[in-house]
């Protein structure tokens, strides 16, 4: 039988047609390689001015690299803007081909639609309220019948494996929501996220027309959430469908100063990567739309050859996922227009930098991807563009070496420019000094354009302005996010610089759980954490006062985030610094000054929470909650497959009544936590055995039920 999916794809005109994309692609990268070629071109005649010495060949080299990034960083601004000043509606937009249509979504084949959220180690009442705020704001459309929800565990901490599973059932009975929101931990947890996501299309796949992948911090309007999947149905080329998410809930300096960042600059940067990828998009692991049946056919990911770092299991998976549905024919598409989709971002610098060594490792194992044949330039674009994301920042920090070795050679040997005629010279009659200054200028100007634009075009839009709290909050807070950027730009660039090379050197990542709340990073930590880079700035900081006082100057920005990287680390963890600024609207988004309803919603949830139903009291948290508490237990073992009680498994459950749960080993205790008859053994045993014959751990917490009348709460007689 023909897959209507197939055939669908085969027969629909494309959305946006193979001609203008190629013209619009040829004139941005062509705009992108003559500006290049120009600055690099200029360069090299300063170098010959010079006279070219043996560090000039690297030193160019490696220019025309960096300065193609910032080029293309630049033009996706550039292009952004224009594309904004040409109007919303010539604009192209997927979500165009439904903006006539509304009803209930379509029940097609009679399959639905899935919302999963892996988790991994995460606060299951958080997690809980978010899924409770999208459930309910999907319901508010009338389209709830159309989506079932998936909390997809990979936890294992074994006290948050339990506490997520009260979470659950305690959401499921007060929305009604038992066989809408399901819930499942995997015993093992192969290839991480991937591998989650994997199981769940193998296992219930078939039975939806597409999933909504969602990150644990993730947080979508209901309403985009239905706009999205009615896109999907009406545009069966479509395979993926991204939203770009906006930060929120920043505390910290450090999280307002990414979130104000992305909410003020990130549309012209969105818009101009739109502008060319179009249906070549990519897809960033969440807040996306998938079609199952392409993703289950297309996108099982295979282990690369060799060994981690390099080899094995793929990391950054998402990449990869959409460069394989495109190069099938598929279209990803970035919705732009999507405004009610949200994330949440590490509390500080050290968080940041932990989670960027995961990415690293993965992007960097595209290398082994980026030449494969057959793959479209789009998705040659994308690898390339996250391969240099990390890449970037060993070439930067080799470039200034360069850059400081010649200036070294030259302080050393005394020698002044040479009397060599340049091209600059002959055409435009400036000399070395003047020609150097041109190069700084455009080369700051490629830097700054992005941020000029946005915050310019920010001000003379009287909605934008007064989102962000008016025009002079809004200028104070592009001025702080300028100023501390760059002090943490070569903090960042040594620190990518020593992951890259620890990756080379054989060294694979772990897998942890990412860090959402913090009150700051420590004096101690951030020394021990930044000391490569404190070290690294002193010394070089002497180095450059010893070539000259000029050259100092121009170091200044780099040698200052160096030496200050620990402070700075410091400083901007602070959540009431923070909201000194917060209390100032420095930094403010239009989400934190004007929450949307779902972000109120999330924040008012708690479905979860129930002290009838509680895995969290300290005297019987988590494991001793599952063997303890009748309502605990019943539910982790409602949750469990039923078996015969083997002796050894017997022999177990004891050792774990008379040793408590520390007497155990992890898996000792996890292999037990699956135990069913285990579990409700003990769980009697710890009722109804003398409190001598059990470990303390179990009287106590059975003694933490007595209730005990507080003094405060006795009623003198009058």
Same mark, same amino acid.
């Given at each position: 039988?023909?897959?209507?999916? /197939?055939?669908?794809?085969e ?5 946006? %047609? ?9 004139l ?28 000039h ?6 220019? #025309? ?7 293309? +960083? ?7 803007? $224009?594309?904004? @000043?040409?109007g ?7 979500? !165009?081909i ?11 084949l ?20 978010r ?17 079932? $929800? $998936? ?8 006290? /948050? ?37 994997? *199981? ?10 597409? =999933? ?22 009406a ?13 929120i ?5 450090f999280t307002?100063l ?11 940067f ?26 289950? &056919? ?7 050859? +060799?060994?981690?770092?390099?080899g ?18 598929? &279209? ?7 405004? %009610? ?11 940041? /930098? ?10 960097? !194992? ?16 994308? @690898?390339?563009?996250?391969? =240099?994301?990390y ?14 070795? #010649? ?6 040997? !005394?020698l ?11 055409? $435009? ?5 003047e020609?150097?200054?041109i ?59 020593? =992951?890259?090379l ?16 913090? *009150? ?20 070089w900081t002497?180095?450059? @006062? ?16 160096? #030496? ?10 602070r ?26 919603l ?10 009838? @139903? ?6 019987r ?19 469990? *497959? ?6 050894a &498994?017997?022999?177990?459950? &004891? ?40 470990h ?23």
């Amino acid at each position: 039988m023909e897959n209507p999916d /197939l055939s669908a794809r085969e027969t629909t005109e494309p959305f946006f %047609g193979r001609r203008p994309t190629l013209l619009r692609r040829a004139l941005f990268f062509g705009s992108v390689v003559v500006v290049n070629i120009l600055a690099s071109l200029w360069l090299a005649d300063l170098f010959w001015r010079m006279g070219f010495q043996k560090a000039h060949y690297p030193l160019l080299a490696i220019f #025309v690299t960096l300065n193609g990034l910032l080029v293309l +960083g630049s033009f996706h601004a550039i292009f952004g803007a $224009f594309d904004m @000043l040409r109007g919303r509606k010539r604009s192209v937009r997927i979500t !165009q081909i439904i903006e006539d249509k509304s009803g209930p979504l379509l029940k097609r084949l009679l399959k639905r639609h899935a919302v999963v959220i892996p988790v991994y180690n995460e606060d299951s009442v958080r997690v809980c309220a978010r899924i409770e705020a999208i459930y309910r704001s999907i319901e508010a459309t009338g389209n709830l019948k159309s989506f079932d $929800f $998936f909390i997809l565990s990979d936890t294992r901490d074994l006290d /948050l494996w339990v506490m997520e599973e009260t979470s659950w059932t305690n959401l499921c009975r007060r929305l009604g929501a038992f066989g809408r929101i399901y819930y499942r931990r995997r015993k093992t947890n192969e290839n991480r996220k991937a591998g989650n996501i994997g *199981d769940f299309v193998r296992t219930w796949g078939g039975g939806y027309e597409s =999933m909504l992948v969602l990150d644990a911090d993730s947080l979508m309007d209901g309403a985009d959430i239905v706009k999205m999947t009615r896109v999907m149905e009406a545009y069966p080329r479509l395979g993926i469908l991204q939203t770009p998410p906006k930060l929120i809930r920043g505390i910290s300096v450090f999280t307002r100063l990414q979130q104000f960042a992305m909410r003020l600059y990130g549309p012209l940067f969105i818009r101009g990567l739109n502008y060319w990828q179009l249906s070549g998009g990519s897809y960033w692991g969440h807040n996306a739309l998938i079609r199952m049946q392409p993703f289950s &056919e297309f996108c099982e990911l295979p282990a690369l050859p +060799g060994r981690e770092p390099f080899g094995g299991r793929i990391l950054s998976h998402d990449f990869v996922e959409a460069a394989l549905m495109v190069s099938q024919g598929w &279209e990803v598409w970035l919705a732009w227009d999507i405004e %009610g989709t949200y994330e949440e971002a590490p509390p500080t610098l050290v968080d940041h /930098l932990i989670r960027d060594r995961r990415w690293c490792q993965g992007n960097l !194992q595209h290398l082994w991807l980026i030449f494969a044949r057959k793959l479209p330039f789009s998705v040659r674009m994308h @690898l390339f563009m996250g391969i =240099m994301a990390y890449l970037g920042s060993p070439l930067w920090f080799l470039f200034l070496i360069l850059g400081t070795w #010649v200036a070294w050679d030259r302080y050393s040997s !005394q020698l002044s420019i040479l009397p060599f005629e340049s091209y600059a010279a002959r055409w $435009f009659h400036v000399d070395g000094i003047e020609q150097s200054i041109i190069l700084t200028i455009v080369i700051f100007a490629l830097l700054f354009l992005p941020k000029i634009l946005a915050v310019t075009g920010a001000i003379f839009t009287p909605s934008i302005r007064r989102s962000f709290g008016g025009a002079v909050p809004l200028i104070v807070g592009s001025t702080l996010e300028t100023l501390v950027s760059m002090l943490l730009a070569p903090c960042i660039m040594a620190a990518h610089t020593m =992951m890259v090379l620890s990756i080379i050197s054989g060294r694979a990542v772990g897998w942890g759980n990412q860090n959402r709340e913090t *009150d700051g990073t420590s004096w101690g930590d951030a020394f021990r954490f930044h000391a490569v880079q404190t070290l690294l700035g002193i010394v070089w900081t002497a180095i450059a @006062l010893k070539i000259s006082l000029t050259f100092t100057a121009w170091m200044i920005p780099i040698l200052a985030g160096l #030496v200050l990287a620990a402070p700075v680390s410091v400083w901007t963890s602070r959540s009431r610094y923070g909201r000194a600024l917060a209390s100032r609207k420095i930094l403010s988004t239009p989400e934190e000054l004007n929450p949307p309803s779902i972000i109120r919603l999330a924040d008012t949830s708690t479905s979860a929470v129930d002290p009838a @139903l509680d895995a969290s009291v300290p005297a019987r948290r988590g494991v001793i909650a599952a063997v303890v508490d009748p309502y605990v237990n019943g539910v982790h073992v409602s949750l469990l *497959d039923h078996s015969e009680l083997t002796q050894a &498994e017997e022999i177990l459950a &004891e050792r774990c009544l008379h040793e408590g749960p520390s007497g155990l080993s992890k898996a000792e205790l996890s292999e037990l936590l699956y135990l069913a008859p285990a579990m409700l053994m003990m769980h009697r045993a710890v009722w109804l055995r003398p409190s001598e014959s059990i470990h303390q751990v179990w009287t106590q917490a059975v003694e933490s039920y007595r209730r005990r009348l507080d003094q405060s709460s006795i009623i003198e007689p009058t």
